[in-house]
């Protein structure tokens, strides 16, 4: 089995890719996905950043808006978060690989695949990319985004070069939805040839 994982700043496109890679039957841990489910309504994170950060959460699981604020500029506040996160979004993506094992390729989309360090437990690693531009336009046309909170998050993330430089594929989402859906296929023809078939 070969773990190609997914990532790409914010903006760049990574999610269409990786709904991409499902349309063409890769397995897909897609961990923004799981960190949602374990911080929804009963959620496993829930009483321990409830703990950590009180007033953060109710009957709905995480007040994401809440917690942003909590942690929002403070790094000790955001490292105590992640080092509540991290482990639990391990133990799901290790029965993942364990689910999959028999998989020729599986994705791990994983949005800080290079700062979180799990760039060292994958195979192969492919970054999506767009113009700084492009990338602002789209995130600044989310709704509650801000021009501070996207350079807030931009802070916090490995620039887009730095992770063009170390990836295996890159991937531009600046064209036609085609150009895209050809480079992923292309993506999974050069893997499966590494893999001698």
Known sequence: MITLGLTGSIGMGKS???????????????????????QGPGGALVAAIEAAFPDTTGAQGVDRTAL??????????????EALVHPEVAQERDAFLKAHAEAPVVVLDVPLLFEAGGWAKVDKILVVSAPPEIQRARVLARPGMTAERFESILARQLSDPEKRARADFVISTAGPLAETREAVRAVLTCLAASAGG
Do not use: P, S
Request: hydrophobic residues 55%; negative net charge.
């Open 16 to 38: 269409t890719v990786a709904r991409m890679f499902t349309d063409e039957g890769v397995a897909v841990f897609d961990a923004d996905a799981i960190v949602h489910r374990l």
């Open 68 to 81: 942003r604020e909590a942690v929002f500029g403070d790094e000790a506040a955001f490292a105590r978060l």
